[in-house]
Every structure is written in structure tokens, then in C-alpha cells.
């Protein structure tokens, strides 16, 4: 079964750090382009970062650059997201998605969402 | 960056009816790269457009897609149950990509 099942979600305290992780499953891994994408609460989606297939190039909103980093290992088939500093702000629920194409950035997988509370 | 306002914030519809929802973008997306994603609750988004009109892999045909330039519209011909949804545009032509704010479409 094509899917992606995102892990790693929890109540952290500001200034602290997570590791989201992203389980993908019946398809090419290292094939495609995957990206972190949130909605916080009562607010629309927003993307945070994306990695290419071979994970030589990465990339990030303003909002999250220094502060959070994507990897993979496609041996795995896996997608991580690091996130350090961590801010009430960066409270949301955090997708993992699938690019359909090679340098077409729009989504044709996501997985559930796992949640993050930024939270003293 | 590219500001993408859907409206209706909400959309109060009666089952069979047909729903017309807006995305217009602060400035032109380029080459159409305008998608169309419907996110049930507790789910991640379901992809149903791309390039503003290619319909997506198993989405049915009462679902189309439409526009240009800054104004962009999906159509739901004939309401079915399980189309009382939200509803989100995202544009991939220019960089940062930017999603809308999302238009939810309710049983009258």
C-alpha cells in the first residue's frame, strides 16, 4: 500500500527540540522529492521545508531556516525533520508529502499529521 | 511571495447543489501551477488538481478546475455527502510555494 505515516510528535517546552519522522511505504523512495508541510490551530497550510531524491539539496521557509533541518535515508525510507529552538508558533500538526514530479512542487501523497505543542 | 485569498471562508450548501470555490492570487502564477488538495478531518490533504485543471488520479468528474493568471475556481457540479469538506488552492509557480487560507463547505 502507497503511504506515508509521520511519528515523532509531542509537547515540547520553548527552546526545545523534536524529531519528526516519515515512514513511506509502496513506492520509489529515493525516487522523489518529499517536503514538511503544517497547519496550526484555526490556520491554513504552510510549508516548512523540502529535500530531493537524492538529498543534496534542501530547502526552507523563512520562518523555520537555521532552526529546523530535513534529511533522509532513502536506505530506510525515511524522512526526518529536526527542529530545535522551537517557539509557540511552530505549534501545529506536521505533514509529510510526496512530490508527483521532479521539480513540480505540489503533492499527490500526504500522510496523517503528527502534532507538535510548543508549551511551557 | 504570493498571497492566495480563497473565498468563501465558508460555504453553506445543500447536498446535490452545485459549489463554486475562489482562489485569486496576489500576482500571476506562472505557467497555471495552481493545485487543488480536499482535507477531511483527521486526515492529510487528498491532491484533487494541478497545473489548475489536470484532474488527479481517481478524483471523480463532478470535480473540475478552472482559471488563469490570479483567478482560479473549482467546481463541485453536484454536492455528494462526503464533499462537506475543506477545501485548499496552493500555487508552485514562484518560490516560496504558498497555500490559501482554506474554504470550508458546510450542509446548509
Known amino acids: 500500500e502507497v503511504q506515508l505515516l509521520e511519528s515523532g510528535g509531542g509537547l515540547v517546552q520553548p527552546g526545545g527540540s523534536l524529531r519528526l519522522s516519515c515512514a513511506a511505504s509502496g513506492f520509489t523512495f529515493s525516487s522523489y522529492a518529499m517536503s514538511w508541510v503544517r497547519r496550526a490551530p484555526g490556520k491554513g497550510l504552510e510549508w516548512v521545508s523540502t529535500?530531493?531524491?537524492?538529498?543534496?539539496?534542501?530547502f526552507y521557509a523563512d520562518s523555520v531556516k537555521g532552526r529546523f533541518t530535513i534529511s533522509r535515508d532513502n536506505s530506510k525510507n525515511t524522512l526526518h525533520l529536526q527542529m530545535n529552538s522551537l517557539r509557540a508558533e511552530d505549534t501545529a500538526i506536521y505533514y509529510c508529502?510526496?512530490?508527483?514530479?521532479?521539480?513540480?512542487?505540489?503533492?499527490?501523497?500526504w500522510g496523517r499529521g503528527t502534532l507538535v505543542t510548543v508549551s511551557s | 511571495e504570493i498571497v492566495l485569498t480563497q473565498s468563501p471562508g465558508t460555504l453553506s450548501l445543500s447536498p446535490g447543489e452545485r459549489a463554486t470555490l475562489s482562489c485569486r492570487a496576489s500576482q500571476s502564477v506562472s505557467n497555471s501551477y495552481l493545485a487543488w488538495y480536499q482535507q477531511k478531518p483527521g486526515q492529510g490533504p487528498r491532491l484533487l488538481f494541478y497545473?489548475?485543471?489536470s484532474r488527479a488520479t481517481g478524483i471523480p468528474d463532478r470535480f473540475s478546475g478552472s482559471g488563469s493568471g490570479t483567478d482560479f475556481t473549482l467546481t463541485i457540479s453536484r454536492l455528494e455527502p462526503e464533499d462537506f469538506v475543506v477545501y485548499y488552492c496552493?500555487?508552485?509557480?514562484?518560490?516560496?510555494?504558498?497555500f490559501g487560507g482554506g474554504t470550508k463547505v458546510e450542509i446548509k
Open positions: 496552493q500555487q508552485y509557480g514562484s518560490s516560496p510555494l504558498t
Open positions: 497545473g489548475a485543471s
Open positions: 529535500l530531493s531524491g537524492s538529498g543534496d539539496s534542501t
Open positions: 508529502a510526496k512530490h508527483q514530479r521532479t521539480n513540480y512542487w505540489y503533492f499527490d501523497l
